[in-house]
């Protein structure tokens, strides 16, 4: 799961809408939410969703990177189940998902920049290709450069 505008997800309270007012030539204008390009806004998402999910990531079935959400099961059922469970905590967080990036029920996924599955770790050929494929130097300048 990609979760839609990570940073956007913040709401802001009361004294941090003050300080991040703008004026303009209208009037003033203020953020409601986490705008992007705040210095500690990665760290307040990371924090927030973290919150939200605290008992899932004590319990080692879920992963949470910047903004994707990783939900891991042994069995189909329990898979369904976890589900049910993340999705509760997203509704009832007023999160947003971001559905063209949803991947349901995958036995292999590609996540940075690996592709994991339930019996293996390995490293994504796409990423890896320009490296794997490089001709080794034939000159010392170009040895240098290497």
């Known amino acids: 799961m990609d979760s839609l505008k990570g940073l956007h997800q ?8 003050r300080l991040m007012r703008m004026i303009v030539h209208c ?7 986490m705008p ?16 939200i999910f605290t008992e899932e ?16 099961s042994e069995t189909w059922e329990n898979h369904l189940k976890i589900l049910e469970r993340v999705l509760k905590q997203i509704v009832q967080a007023n999160m ?3 559905l063209k990036k949803f ?3 995958y036995c292999e996924l590609k996540a940075l920049g690996h592709v994991v599955s339930g019996l293996s770790l390995g490293i994504d050929k796409k990423n890896s290709s ?5 001709n080794a130097p034939n ?3 170009n040895e240098i450069i290497f």
């Open 130 to 134: 320009s490296t794997t494929e490089t």
């Open 96 to 98: 947003k998902i971001l």
């Open 36 to 51: 992007i390009g705040i210095k500690n806004a990665p760290s307040h998402y990371k924090r927030m969703i973290h919150t």
């Open 27 to 33: 009037g003033v204008n203020e953020y409601l939410r």
């Open 139 to 141: 000159h010392e300048r």
């Open 10 to 17: 913040n709401v802001l309270t009361d004294n941090a809408k």
């Open 103 to 105: 991947h349901f029920a």
């Open 57 to 72: 990531l004590s319990e080692g079935w879920l992963m949470i990177y910047i903004y994707d959400i990783i939900v891991c």
